[in-house]
Structure formats: structure tokens, C-alpha cells
């Protein structure tokens, strides 16, 4: 077992390098074997989802060479079409983009039902809709999802709600389907764009991707190439929250601004100044913070991702901001772990109201889900005292180096191992 142990109230100062975005690499990487070549991928970051769906098209007959430390070559010639089984697809929600890739280069897929953080319910009915639209037979049996077609035709497919993994999964299965596919309603993330960017190199024919509507005219076949992943939008806007919340003056480098436009104007609006350049934003902060009102929403809204991370700065905000999670059913599971800390928070359904107080203090806390175990390190670098976080793995999944890139910045953070006694003990 691992911990973080932080000594809080330090301001940060310096600069920061923005890795490659999870969200994007979770969905290239399995996208790749639509090639039936072989695909280089540059800027992957080194977290262990990806290093999961790595192990997933390994398993599958895939060959995956490390060219250096952020660059893979998957050669997918010799894969064969296996089930993905459940000890390996429940790790994580990303696995379930291996149904639409199986089913759009083999017309057969079986893949096991994902996992992911646990935000309630998180269906995947506009999923499984897409693909029997396109003319798939589509069964869940014994946890398994089991799709399977002829042949793929594309037709008109709207998405009752906004949906990123929906609109990405139909995108993966239509690639090579016949005719055109409409994505109407679609999902307008980042890496919607940069999943479509990826599938026109190897030869697909995307169109609209970043508007409400995708069009996808079906190719008899692609071929390999080569592609970088865009920086990491949630990545950036943890460490601007960051600088933000603890004061100081960081430069967060290797970022795409316009990506990062809601979460800007959310920190100016509670006291920060946000100065934007080519590739990278800095952050100051020396005034203080005063409340603001954040409702999330789907891009190009206040990410959802952002949420937790955006509380924490609220929570010693002057004033009482209001909080407002439209995506998720149940994203403040955080809160808990916050009030221990001190912060004054009220839960009603979807709206979080924050009283701000002054200071928080440092005591054992636990990382609930990946974007919550993030906050929880603001948390910790804000509070007064030493903050102990427990299941950080879950940070793990989604954050490279985040010890070494916070400790550049002043932080004091650690990551340190407890003995399993240890965490039994600790564990009540
Ligand atoms: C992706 O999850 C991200 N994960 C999440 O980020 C992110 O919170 C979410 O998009 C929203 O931006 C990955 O990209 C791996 P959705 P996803 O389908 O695709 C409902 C992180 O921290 N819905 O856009 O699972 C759903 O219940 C993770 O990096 C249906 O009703 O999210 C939710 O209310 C956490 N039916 C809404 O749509 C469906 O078939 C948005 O979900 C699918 C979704």
C-alpha cells in the first residue's frame, strides 16, 4: 500500500509540463487496431490506465513496443479476436472502447462490463444503441458484453444525452462501416477532436467532430501512421487550481488554452489571474480568494472532471459559492473527507452549497475516485498541518509524476509505503 504525506501552506512557484490526456489515450490506444498495421502514438502519458489497455491488446495477440518514454508503436496484424474478460475490463471505464473497435474490425466483440470511478449509476444503453443501429445484435450475458453483426451499415444515431463514451464508442464502430453515419447530439470534449484527428490519419473519413454533429462515411480500410496525443485539459486545470487555491505564480506549460477556457474564467472570477500565451497559461494568485458559482457541464461547459478539484479551492473561498454537478448523479462522495478537514459543505442532491472558511486542517484522508483523490491533494497543500491520503491508486490512473511535478513547484509531498499491518490498523 502507498500513501502521499503533505505538509501544507506553501504557496507554488515555477513551471509545470502538462502530459498527454488520459481521456484521449484511453480511447487511441484501442483505436489503433482498427489499422490492422502498425500505429506509432506519441505523448502518452505514463498512467496506469494506460499502461492497462497496453496490457489489454498485449493479451489480445497485439505486439506493443515501447519506443521511448512516452511513445509506443502497436502493431495489431496479428491480433486475434479475444474476450476481454472481467479481471482485466472492470479496472477501469476506457475498456469498453474495445467493443466498438472489435466490432468495427472483426464484427464480433465480447468484452466485460467496465468500471471506472463511482459517480452511481453510469448506463451504457446509448452505446449498446448505437451499435444495433448500425446493424449489430447486441447482448449482455453473464457480465460479458456480446455484440456481433454481418456487416455494419451507417445510418442516423442521436444521442439522448450527452455522451462521451457513447459518441466515441459509435465513432469506433463506424470508422468501417458502409455508408454514412450522423452523430447527432454528440459529446464536443477534447478528445472527441483528437480521437477523430487519430482516425483521419490512418485513412477514416470524420467530420464535425467538436460540434454537435459527427459524420462518419465508412472506409473499406485504414492504414497505420503516426500521432501525438493533445495535452491533458483535466491535467492542466488540477495544477491551475492548484496555484490558485495555495497562492503563488505557476506557469503551466504544454496546454491548449482554448481548452482550458471555463476553467480560466471560473479561477479569474474567484480571484486568480490567468495570462494566457501560445502553449501554456500562468497562474497568480496573492490576492484573496472570494466565492463564485460553478455549474458543470459537457464541453465546452466547466468540466465535470474539474469538480471536486474546484471545491476545495471554494471551501476556503470568503463567501458561500454554490456548487452544481449536471453530469454525474453522485460526484461529491469527496465531501465527506473534506468536512473532516474542515470544510463547511452542504450536499443536496446535485448542488453542493460551500460556506468558505479560513483554514483547513491536514488529518487522514482517503482518495474516493481518481479527480476526488486530485482534490484531496489541494486539500492537503492548502491545509495547515500534515494530510495523509490513503488509495492513491485511484490518483495513480490518471496523473503522471504528480509527487516530482508538485514538489517542483514547492510543494511538500511525498509518496511513501505503510506496511499492510499498518494499513489494517489504520484501517479501524
Ligand atoms: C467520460 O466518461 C470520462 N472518462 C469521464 O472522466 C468524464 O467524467 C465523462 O466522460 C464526462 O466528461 C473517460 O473518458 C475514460 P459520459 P463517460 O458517457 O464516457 C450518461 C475522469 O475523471 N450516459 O459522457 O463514462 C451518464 O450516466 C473520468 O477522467 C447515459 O445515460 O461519461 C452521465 O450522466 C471520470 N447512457 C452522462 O451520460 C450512456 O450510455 C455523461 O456520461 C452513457 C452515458
Redesign the pocket.
Known sequence: MENFVINGGHELFGDVNISGA??AA??IIPAAILANDVVRIENIPKIS?VSLIIKILDCMGATVKMINSDTIEIDSQALRNKSVPYELASH???SYYLIGTMLGRFKNAEVAMPG??D???????????GFKMLGADVDIVNGMVCAKAEKLVGTSIYM?????????NVMLAAVLARGLTVIENA?K?P?IVDLANFLNSMGADVRGAGTDVIKIRGAEKLHGCTYSIIPDQ?EAGTYMVAAAACGGDVLVKNVIPKHLESISAKLIEAGAEVIEYDDAVRVTRYKALNKCNVKTM??PGF???MQPQMAVLLSVAHGTSLLSES???NRFQYVGQLTRMGANIQVDGKLAVIDGVDELSGVKVKAT???AGAAMIIAGLIAKGETVIEDIQYIDR?YEDVVQKFAALGADIKRIKTTEAESIVNAG
Open positions: 488520459k481521456n484511453v480511447a490506465d477501469f471505464r476506457a471506472g470511478c459517480f452511481g449509476t453510469r448506463p451504457i444503453d446509448l452505446h449498446i444503441k439522448d444525452n450527452v455522451s462521451v463514451g457513447a459518441t466515441i459529446a470534449e478528445h483535466i459537457p464541453h468540466p465535470t472532471d453530469v454525474w448523479d475516485d481518481l479527480r490518471g
